[in-house]
């Protein structure tokens, strides 16, 4: 049964696959640099090492957003997410398959009457605005530096193609990698809490755990939308918002990488608070909207001509629709689930209570206190504690 | 990768050794010009033979250099702007070639008081067509430069023009028979030709460097 949950997040993950790969070598496919199969397999590859290895940081701030804790749940939110982004990129838009997850989360959260963490989803929207800013602004400032390194150093035409298509597959393979880290989230964040895997150990000294099991999955999901269906996306990307020239191909997928690896990377987040410096906050933005901010980005530092915004107002318009879709679907899918399978689609007493150490007053007095674990609890109920029970934190459900 | 940065080497040196071709070309038709304007026959028709053959391995080269940019998908913003260029730079050298050939077929009676313009105009040509040439070349390695190139290229061909304008003045106002006169038109076109499709080619390089400043 566990499986059968499971297929709508992998049936996410191929959708994520399908169109968000577009996002990584959209316009070198489209620019006819880097050949398909080359770009299908290096994804492949770097989307299930990201997913793996730095997958967690911005799964934690979707687990924030709301606590799906029915494994029923986790399904029927992954399938409104999944649904919606299949048919927005049946129809040829690069869709956000974040907005589709948060969207169909806090359509979830409406029907089961769970709390939506306000600042996480303040936090989040104010990521779909400042993510493709950011993009736009990197591959502008890129542009611009590009040109004037090219028109010093005076690179052969044929060498610099050469050199094109070698950083198309290396910027591509690391915006692969930062797309698996930042946006394994959307595919199975949502079954983080409900994962049925347990920690395993291929070689002595190097051991998975069952959230990294539960992402290479995600992963492999992934790579088969990126392998058969991400072509005409991909081709979408490249040719038709803005006729790009190989090096703004280059350009674009670098800032795209840039901005999806600063949002998801824990390194640079400990760093910079190390350092006394704001943190980015680590949370799965729109890889579309990154690549699209960094096409307008090059647009702009063209002087604004050329740009398409025709296509440009239908993907904006797909932006705004595609969390609505998914959230109103999410709701009636759980309805559905919920009254026709009779399946639960939510815990509903689920608690979590520890004695309160930092306040032993309260103990001492013999009065019950209860603590929010958010990864666990939609709403307490009730919690009676007995005062001999241990400091340590307990789950009761 | 390492065999792509091989190709594209291999690919450059090809390129830099067809341009070279057509400069030869160029300078094998100014000798062969003065050959003829000398009476050095037997000089001439070796001349036309150095640049026929020329011309052919030039084809060849061009054609290998197309069927590698379209099998290796090398360079495909730009790979049309490149067979036009190159197939434009062809058709110049073919010129000189069939110019040179009508020389040696049909005997043109030159009278003396233009055979210095017809030099000068053969001098203003083919520094119009060097000139192309290393537009072209900036085309590839330093594309500040082509601008520059393609002024030059303007430059002489206005002054072939002007040079070609005076020679037909002066035929026609000589006291050679008609079908001369004719004759000697006919020629002075042709090798003014040759400045003018070079400007041609420049003004494609215009165009295409336009497109690779975007």
């Given at each position: 049964?566990?499986?059968?949950?499971?297929?709508?997040?992998?049936?996410?993950?191929?959708?994520?696959?399908?169109?968000?790969?577009?996002?990584?070598?959209?316009?070198?496919?489209?620019?006819?640099?880097?050949?398909?199969?080359?770009?299908?397999?290096?994804?492949?590859?770097?989307?299930?090492?990201?997913?793996?290895?730095?997958?967690?940081?911005?799964?934690?701030?979707?687990?924030?957003?709301?606590?799906?804790?029915?494994?029923a749940g986790s399904f029927t939110v992954a399938l409104a997410a999944g649904v919606t982004v299949a048919w927005m990129t049946r129809i040829?838009?690069?869709?956000?398959?974040?907005?589709?997850?948060?969207?169909?989360?806090?359509?979830?959260?409406?029907?089961?009457?769970?709390?939506?963490?306000?600042?996480?989803?303040?936090?989040?929207?104010?990521?779909?605005?400042?993510?493709?800013?950011?993009?736009?602004?990197?591959?502008?400032?890129?542009?611009?530096?590009?040109?004037?390194?090219?028109?010093?150093?005076?690179?052969?035409?044929?060498?610099?193609?050469?050199?094109?298509?070698?950083?198309?597959?290396?910027?591509?393979?690391?915006?692969?990698?930062?797309?698996?880290?930042?946006?394994?989230?959307?595919?199975?964040?949502?079954?983080?809490?409900?994962?049925?895997?347990?920690?395993?150990?291929?070689?002595?000294?190097?051991?998975?755990?069952?959230?990294?099991?539960?992402?290479?999955?995600?992963?492999?999901?992934?790579?088969?939308?990126?392998?058969?269906?991400?072509?005409?996306?991909?081709?979408?990307?490249?040719?038709?918002?803005?006729?790009?020239?190989?090096?703004?191909?280059?350009?674009?997928?670098?800032?795209?990488?840039?901005?999806?690896?600063?949002?998801?990377?824990?390194?640079?987040?400990?760093?910079?608070?190390?350092?006394?410096?704001?943190?980015?906050?680590?949370?799965?933005?729109?890889?579309?909207?990154?690549?699209?901010?960094?096409?307008?980005?090059?647009?702009?530092?063209?002087?604004?001509?050329?740009?398409?915004?025709?296509?440009?107002?239908?993907?904006?318009?797909?932006?705004v629709t595609t969390p609505l879709a998914a959230g109103a679907l999410a709701f009636v899918t759980s309805l559905f689930v919920q009254n026709?399978?009779?399946?639960?689609?939510?815990?509903?007493?689920?608690?979590?209570?520890?004695?309160?150490?930092?306040?032993?007053?309260?103990?001492?007095?013999?009065?019950?206190?209860?603590?929010?674990?958010?990864?666990?609890?939609?709403?307490?109920?009730?919690?009676?504690?007995?005062?001999?029970?241990?400091?340590?934190?307990?789950?009761?459900? | 990768?390492?065999?792509?940065?091989?190709?594209?080497?291999?690919?450059?040196?090809?390129?830099?050794?067809?341009?070279?071709?057509?400069?030869?070309?160029?300078?094998?038709?100014?000798?062969?010009?003065?050959?003829?304007?000398?009476?050095?026959?037997?000089?001439?028709?070796?001349?036309?033979?150095?640049?026929?053959?020329?011309?052919?391995?030039?084809?060849?080269?061009?054609?290998?250099?197309?069927?590698?940019?379209?099998?290796?998908?090398?360079?495909?913003?730009?790979?049309?702007?490149?067979?036009?260029?190159?197939?434009?730079?062809?058709?110049?050298?073919?010129?000189?070639?069939?110019?040179?050939?009508?020389?040696?077929?049909?005997?043109?009676?030159?009278?003396?008081?233009?055979?210095?313009?017809?030099?000068?105009?053969?001098?203003?040509?083919?520094?119009?067509?060097?000139?192309?040439?290393?537009a072209v070349r900036a085309y590839f390695r330093d594309i500040s430069r082509v601008r520059d190139h393609i002024a030059k290229v303007h430059?002489?061909?206005?002054?072939?023009?002007?040079?070609?304008?005076?020679?037909?003045?002066?035929?026609?106002?000589?006291?050679?028979?008609?079908?001369?006169?004719?004759?000697?038109?006919?020629?002075?076109?042709?090798?003014?030709?040759?400045?003018?499709?070079?400007?041609?080619?420049?003004?494609?390089?215009?165009?295409?460097?336009?497109?690779?400043?975007?």
């Amino acid at each position: 049964m566990i499986w059968f949950f499971l297929t709508s997040g992998l049936f996410l993950g191929w959708s994520l696959g399908a169109n968000d790969a577009a996002n990584v070598f959209g316009t070198a496919v489209g620019t006819r640099m880097v050949k398909f199969k080359t770009a299908a397999l290096v994804t492949c590859l770097f989307v299930a090492l990201g997913a793996v290895i730095s997958g967690a940081g911005a799964t934690h701030t979707l687990g924030k957003l709301g606590a799906v804790n029915a494994l029923a749940g986790s399904f029927t939110v992954a399938l409104a997410a999944g649904v919606t982004v299949a048919w927005m990129t049946r129809i040829g838009l690069p869709v956000s398959t974040s907005q589709a997850i948060v969207g169909a989360i806090v359509g979830w959260n409406l029907f089961t009457s769970s709390p939506t963490e306000m600042t996480t989803l303040t936090t989040i929207v104010a990521t779909w605005i400042l993510c493709p800013v950011l993009a736009a602004v990197l591959a502008f400032l890129m542009l611009k530096f590009t040109r004037l390194f090219l028109y010093r150093m005076r690179v052969h035409l044929l060498r610099q193609d050469a050199y094109n298509r070698f950083g198309l597959i290396v910027v591509g393979a690391f915006g692969a990698y930062s797309l698996g880290a930042n946006n394994i989230a959307n595919v199975m964040g949502v079954f983080v809490q409900a994962s049925p895997f347990q920690d395993i150990t291929p070689f002595t000294g190097l051991t998975f755990s069952g959230t990294q099991v539960l992402f290479l999955l995600g992963a492999v999901a992934i790579g088969v939308g990126v392998v058969t269906y991400s072509k005409k996306v991909m081709l979408t990307v490249g040719g038709d918002i803005l006729q790009l020239t190989p090096v703004a191909a280059l350009i674009v997928v670098l800032s795209h990488s840039i901005v999806l690896f600063l949002f998801a990377s824990k390194g640079l987040e400990t760093w910079l608070a190390g350092h006394g410096l704001p943190t980015i906050p680590l949370v799965p933005v729109s890889s579309s909207q990154a690549a699209i901010g960094a096409v307008i980005g090059i647009g702009l530092a063209r002087g604004g001509k050329g740009l398409n915004f025709r296509v440009l107002g239908r993907i904006a318009s797909g932006w705004v629709t595609t969390p609505l879709a998914a959230g109103a679907l999410a709701f009636v899918t759980s309805l559905f689930v919920q009254n026709v399978f009779e399946m639960e689609v939510v815990r509903p007493a689920t608690s979590a209570v520890r004695w309160n150490v930092e306040a032993p007053s309260a103990v001492d007095q013999g009065l019950p206190a209860i603590v929010w674990a958010p990864n666990l609890v939609s709403q307490v109920q009730e919690a009676v504690v007995q005062p001999a029970m241990s400091t340590e934190s307990r789950g009761i459900e | 990768m390492a065999l792509v940065f091989k190709q594209t080497k291999q690919l450059e040196a090809k390129i830099d050794n067809y341009l070279d071709m057509v400069v030869n070309g160029g300078l094998h038709f100014k000798q062969g010009i003065g050959y003829y304007l000398n009476g050095q026959m037997e000089d001439l028709e070796r001349c036309m033979r150095d640049l026929d053959s020329l011309e052919s391995d030039a084809d060849r080269m061009r054609r290998d250099i197309e069927a590698l940019l379209y099998l290796k998908t090398l360079i495909p913003e730009s790979r049309g702007d490149v067979l036009g260029l190159l197939e434009a730079s062809d058709r110049v050298l073919n010129t000189t070639a069939e110019t040179l050939a009508q020389f040696s077929v049909e005997l043109p009676m030159i009278i003396p008081e233009v055979k210095d313009s017809y030099m000068a105009l053969t001098d203003a040509s083919v520094a119009a067509l060097e000139a192309m040439v290393s537009a072209v070349r900036a085309y590839f390695r330093d594309i500040s430069r082509v601008r520059d190139h393609i002024a030059k290229v303007h430059f002489y061909e206005h002054e072939a023009d002007q040079i070609a304008d005076r020679l037909k003045r002066e035929v026609f106002r000589s006291d050679a028979r008609l079908s001369e006169k004719l004759h000697m038109r006919y020629f002075a076109l042709h090798i003014e030709k040759i400045s003018d499709e070079a400007e041609d080619v420049s003004d494609r390089l215009s165009i295409a460097t336009i497109k690779r400043h975007e």
